[in-house]
């Protein structure tokens, strides 16, 4: 290798790549659709937050076995199972709304489904990446993935998806379904066997609650990702809250068109992937500690800027903002946990994080929708943004002495 030249993350990598941004397209047109298709069919703020909360639900059933299982089992193989049983799920929800059979009990199954396959799904490639990209090329790999993914879901596939949507209820539904089986096709052109045995070092301890435990130890253990996880249970509980009822902020508290709305969810996609193609230079510069403590002041900024705003211009510029906010989170935490954690232990400790920010996030949507009735929609904007201050205050400071440690 030529002196000074980008590392390369290999042709695997490409193939999974070009999976997730497949599938991303139609995740992205699905996202915007089900809250749209929700808002159809209730007005009311708890019943539109139940199809959101239903996405939350399900996670303390499968998280942890699905870090277990990922360490267990060939990753490209279960990843591809995954995807088939999402183009199934999603293809029925199609035909539903097709038919006009679709209600809000249907779209909380359907979600609550969708959201056990993504369980398995990122506990596998929570191990794929570390095990197919070297160390050298981990900051471009996670920059890379996630760009892409933001890029097909939010820039494109949310827009596209509110237009199609206005075309026919069905259509992007319909292209989510098809966009899992394309992306089972891709995973399956993988080469090799991703068993972790292949990679791992000393037996991991037998029993499913002997080795979730073990790394649940190991990710408490780290001071860094203990921080880092206490913080992410707040960034998720008020991002979940607003979510919930962004779709009745962006309808009924603004007034504006279903494409408005993908338009909106677009700017947030923007705000990301930008911030995706900024993170590595700005953890260069800055470091990953400070990268983390801005990410989190500017979530406080851009939810209150979007919980004050009367058009959708103002709310587009917030959202851009909050955007790359979770964006420069999301990415730096990813490659701070490749970098610490032992690749035996990346499913468990990854599932294990996401168990319990998922569980912040539950909390937070069902938070979101009763404060929604009770206060009003720009309420939940305005008391998350005040939450995430808060959290600033208390310990994201502590973000950079320990990523010196």
Known sequence: MKRGRRPDCGSGFRLLWASVVVSGLGSGMRYVALPLL?????????????????????WPLVMLSAGVLADRV?????????????????????????LGDATLLLLMAVAATLDLAQRFYLGAWAG???????????????????GGAVAAGLVVGNPVGAALYDVHPALPFTFDASSYVVAAVLIALLRGSFRPERVAGPRAPAGLRRQAAAGFGLLWKLPLLRRIVLLAVLFNFVGAAQLAVGVLFVRHTL???PTVYGALAAAFGVGSLLASLLEGRLVFLLGR??????????????????????????????????????????????????DRVPLEYMGRVTMTHRTIVRAAATVGAAAGGLTAHVSGVRSVFQIGSALLLAGVLAGGRGLLRDSSS
């Open 38 to 58: 929700a808002a159809d069919l209730t007005a009311d703020p708890r019943k539109v937050s139940l199809v959101f909360l239903a996405g939350q639900l399900p």
């Open 74 to 98: 060939d990753r490209r193989r279960l990843m591809y199972v995954v995807n088939a049983v999402r183009a199934a799920v999603a293809g029925a929800l199609a035909t539903a709304v097709a």
């Open 128 to 146: 794929i990446v570390p095990a197919i990209v070297p160390p050298p090329a981990r900051d471009r790999g996670n920059a890379a993935l996630k």
């Open 255 to 257: 007034g504006l068109s």
């Open 289 to 338: 500690g400070r990268v983390l403590y801005a990410a989190l002041v500017a979530a406080a900024a851009a939810a209150l800027g979007v919980g004050l705003s009367d058009s959708g211009w103002e709310a587009g510029c917030f959202a851009a903002v909050y955007g790359a906010s979770m964006t420069l989170w999301a990415v730096t935490v990813t490659t701070v946990r490749q």
